[in-house]
């Protein structure tokens, strides 16, 4: 089976620009989360999402960011405009929510670098 | 403030030998606990889970600890292989809460020498 698959695994931009990077989940996954990790602030959850509706965002840092899932095979963040300080590692992950407690199944990430 | 505490960024530990990653947390409202690895370049990965019901959950090499009233996990690797050097996160949540509760801690570099 195929894991959680994310793009780009790499993005330089420039401060200014907009950053758009692309989940697709694990197939029968019904949750999808986007996490953000840095050295300050180790993995934090961004927002999450089950059944593809939005169920908590309060861990977007601002309103520069926004993520949509369309349908249950994708889902994108978006950073618009973007900063340096947005550098840092994305990653998505999905599960099968069963009411409680399950494993999340990570992708490899895209790395963000803001210059 | 921090809910889930990794203090060491990070353990050198011989080939062979035990390695003890160490996690802490300030919630009471927490009673399913987990830790993921972490190798380069790839997502975290789950390693091994414990309940509040109990005190020790043992897979294989890995060994989970939790004393509930100290508020402290460890993650215990016996014994340890080179290919065990990766980035450790210790993760907590309410086990019958959302999954986005789900908090993890800065996590902790194992480096296992050969």
């Known amino acids: 089976d195929a894991g959680v698959i994310q793009s780009p695994r790499h993005e330089v931009t420039e401060m200014g620009q907009e950053v758009t990077l692309r989940c697709k989940p694990i197939?029968?996954?019904?949750?999808l989360f986007w996490y953000r990790q840095t050295m300050m602030r180790g993995l934090e959850l961004l927002i999450y999402?089950?059944?593809?509706?939005?169920?908590?965002d309060s861990g977007m840092p601002e309103d520069r960011f926004s993520a949509k899932m369309p349908n249950a095979s994708f889902s994108t963040l978006k950073i618009q405009p973007s900063e340096p300080r947005d550098s840092a590692v994305y990653f998505c992950a999905s599960s099968r929510w069963t009411g409680v407690a399950g494993e999340l199944f990570f992708g490899e990430g895209s790395r963000l670098t803001v210059l | 403030d921090q809910q889930v505490k990794q203090n060491s960024p990070s353990l050198s530990v011989q080939e062979g030998r035990i390695s003890i990653l160490n996690c802490d947390y300030t919630n009471s409202m927490f009673d399913y606990f987990l830790w993921y690895k972490k190798y380069p370049a790839e997502g975290p990965t789950f390693l091994i889970s414990?309940?509040?019901?109990?005190d020790k959950n043992e897979d294989g090499r890995f060994t989970v600890f939790l004393n509930k009233s100290a508020k402290h996990l460890s993650l215990h690797i016996v014994p340890s292989q080179p290919g065990d050097s990766a980035v450790y996160f210790c993760?907590?949540?309410?086990?019958?809460?959302?999954?986005?509760?789900?908090?993890f801690g800065k996590g902790t570099k194992l480096s296992v020498k050969p």
């Open positions: 414990i309940s509040s019901i109990k």
């Open positions: 999402f089950n059944n593809n509706v939005p169920i908590d």
């Open positions: 197939s029968g996954h019904n949750s």
């Open positions: 993760a907590a949540m309410n086990y019958g809460g959302s999954q986005g509760n789900l908090i």
